[in-house]
């Protein structure tokens, strides 16, 4: 079974820093790009940052030159560093990636989310 679990988030003051992680668990997996996503009470859902497998990321406009998205393969992990941070990104944090199991075809899976508060 796969399943990848999120950490790091808490409630931080504007202008602070948070590094989020997320692990995925499972055997034989082939892990593609993977992706941060965050929620917003009474927003659609949207897409923070993304890394391809080769390392290639890109940033929503609003998290550029802000936010920095990494991965280590040998570890599954992904994490989202987040600096200079502003009450506007507060708001659910959601682990995403595609992965291919051995045997099955590829599958889009979610975090549970963690929670990102910015307030003084």
């Known amino acids: 079974q796969v399943q990848l679990v999120e950490s790091g988030g808490g409630l931080v003051q504007p202008g602070g820093s948070l590094r989020l992680s997320c692990a995925a668990s499972?055997?034989?997996?082939?892990?593609?790009?993977m992706n941060w996503y965050r929620q917003a009470p009474g927003k659609q859902r949207e897409l923070v940052a993304t890394?391809?497998?080769?390392?290639?990321?890109t940033y929503a406009d609003s998290v550029k030159g802000r936010f920095t998205i990494s991965r280590d393969n040998a570890k599954k992990m992904v994490y989202l560093q987040m600096n200079s941070l502003k009450p506007e990104d507060t708001a659910v944090y959601y682990c995403?990636?595609?992965?291919?199991?051995?045997?099955?075809?590829?599958?889009?899976?979610w975090g549970q989310g963690t929670q990102v508060t910015v307030s003084s």
């Open positions: 499972g055997s034989k997996i082939s892990i593609g790009a």
């Open positions: 890394i391809t497998s080769g390392g290639m990321s």
């Open positions: 995403n990636a595609f992965i291919k199991r051995v045997g099955a075809g590829l599958n889009e899976y």
